[in-house]
């Protein structure tokens, strides 16, 4: 269900950074784990991140390793992906999911419409 909406996109240099969040429509995530994923043009969906319900276990792909901070704070009813260190190959529609278990290759029950990351020069 797309219940979910993600923000914090745009137009970024390489190098810079991004903080992207996600809001529900009509539920709280405190019921649910989050995961970030994102997609390139050509390219399979990726899982990129994700968090246990109360931020016990965190995951993140490879790729990101290092560069990609998930966050959340249950209390606002938000979740956050902070992305430093960007390079062109970042470059996305990233989105934002809600559901049962933390998992990159995970099912989820809500996602969102996306938000575009971009980072060239």
């Known amino acids: 269900q797309l219940q979910l909406v993600e923000s914090g996109g745009g137009l970024v240099q390489p190098g810079g950074s991004l903080r992207l969040s996600c809001v529900p429509s009509?539920?709280?995530?405190?019921?649910?784990?989050i995961g970030w994923f994102r997609q390139a043009p050509g390219k399979e969906r990726e899982g990129v991140a994700c968090i246990t319900k109360d931020g016990g276990i965190i995951d993140y792909a490879d790729i990101v390793k290092g560069r990609f901070t998930i966050s959340r704070d249950n209390a606002k009813n938000t979740a956050f992906l902070e992305m430093t260190r960007l390079k062109p190959e970042d470059t996305a529609v990233y989105y934002c999911?809600?559901?049962?278990?933390?998992?990159?290759?995970?099912?989820?029950?809500?996602w969102g419409q996306g938000t575009q990351v971009t980072v060239s020069s």
């Open positions: 009509g539920f709280t995530l405190d019921d649910f784990a």
């Open positions: 999911l809600a559901g049962q278990v933390c998992g990159l290759r995970a099912e989820y029950d809500y």
